[in-house]
């Protein structure tokens, strides 16, 4: 089967396309790389262009014919779309849209969105379903937001199915650590953590610590990065077998605070990472756990890995890539 991933040279969208190769699907990727890193493709089929640029899509829709569509390319921090909220809009949601009308044209029928918790807002504690209302405080969730209702109106008007996988916080690498996290600038907690581990940073930046949670700091449901892309073909099999379309969560029904992550990564490494608690980020919810239920009963998905799983497979890819990918 043939599977085109848009947003394929970045940190999310290269493990799609190296885990579907291992699978023995034939993987064609799309990349404007403008935030991607072309070594991060591998030998996958590639495309450099925008996935909006309905002249460009149509030369490789018509050269390839993909069965289906993973779309991961995205803007996706939430501080820079507070700042660039048109830029936001305009990468996020119209190129999807341009993107959703090309797939139309070419009759692929099938889409695996790549949508976030930021849709959530903050909500209160507690584990969030997907029946928790949706109602955004940043841009970036509310880009995704949109791009999930278009394609409710898509799959109605012109039979485009689709299924929008909302993620918790994804992170780890492939576990033999050739592709991995390389962000520019680096904002996630567990690059950042690891980065004080190889001695790139000097110390940790803890943001709050009068959270009401166990120990004072933000409480996150991290998600291993192939756990996360073994549910992206569960959802694609069960759209070509039912033709049913749906949003689910994807996290582990768990969470683990700032402090634990360090403490688990001081674990992992032997480094002692030192770390301070400063002022709180403005915008963190205290809490976001996901039920993932759903995605478990419906899709048949299992995750295979766990926290410090997660921690030592990314260790093995910043510890052997100390400068990320070389581009
Ligand atoms: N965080 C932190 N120090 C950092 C980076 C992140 O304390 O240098 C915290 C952040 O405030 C949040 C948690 O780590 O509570 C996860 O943040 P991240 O940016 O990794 O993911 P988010 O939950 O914002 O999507």
């Known amino acids: 089967m043939k599977i085109l991933i848009t947003g394929g040279a970045g940190y999310i969208g290269s493990h799609c396309a190296e885990i579907f190769k291992e699978k023995g699907y034939e993987v064609i990727v799309v990349d404007n790389l403008s935030k991607g890193h072309e070594a991060a493709v591998g030998n996958a089929k590639f495309y450099k262009g925008n996935v909006g640029d309905e002249e460009f899509m149509y030369k490789v829709l018509g050269e390839n014919k993909p069965d289906a569509v993973i779309h991961f390319a995205a803007y996706s921090l939430v501080g820079e779309s507070m700042q660039k909220p048109y830029e936001y809009y305009k990468n996020n949601v119209c190129e999807s849209m341009n993107l959703f009308h090309s797939l139309v044209r070419h009759d692929v029928k099938n889409v695996v969105f790549s949508s976030t918790a930021a849709t959530y807002g903050q909500p209160e504690d507690g584990l ?68 004080c581990a190889m001695g790139k940073r000097e110390r940790m930046k803890i943001f709050g610590g009068d959270y009401p949670t166990k120990d004072g700091t933000c409480v996150r449901d991290y998600i291993h990065v192939c756990d996360l892309i073994d549910a992206h073909e569960l959802a694609l099999k069960h759209m070509q077998k039912t033709g049913e379309c749906g949003v689910y969560n994807l996290g ?76």
């Open 128 to 195: 969030i379903t997907e029946k928790t209302p949706n109602a955004p405080i940043n841009t970036y969730g509310e880009t995704k937001l949109a791009i999930e209702k278009m394609l409710k109106w898509f799959n109605t008007a012109y039979g485009l199915n689709y299924i929008a996988l909302r993620y918790f916080n994804v992170a780890g690498a492939h576990p033999d650590g050739h592709i991995g996290e390389d962000h520019r600038p680096e904002t996630h907690l567990i690059p950042i953590v690891l980065q």
């Open 252 to 327: 582990t029904g768990g969470g683990y605070s700032n402090l634990e992550i360090v403490e688990t990564a001081r674990k992992v490494t032997g480094a002692p990472i030192p770390a301070d608690i400063i002022d709180r980020r403005p915008g963190d919810p205290p809490t976001l756990v996901a039920s993932s239920e759903n995605a478990e009963k419906i899709l048949g998905w299992k995750r295979r890995y766990g926290i410090e799983d997660i921690i030592s497979h990314a260790w093995k890819w910043h510890s052997t890539h100390p400068d990320g990918y070389k581009d």
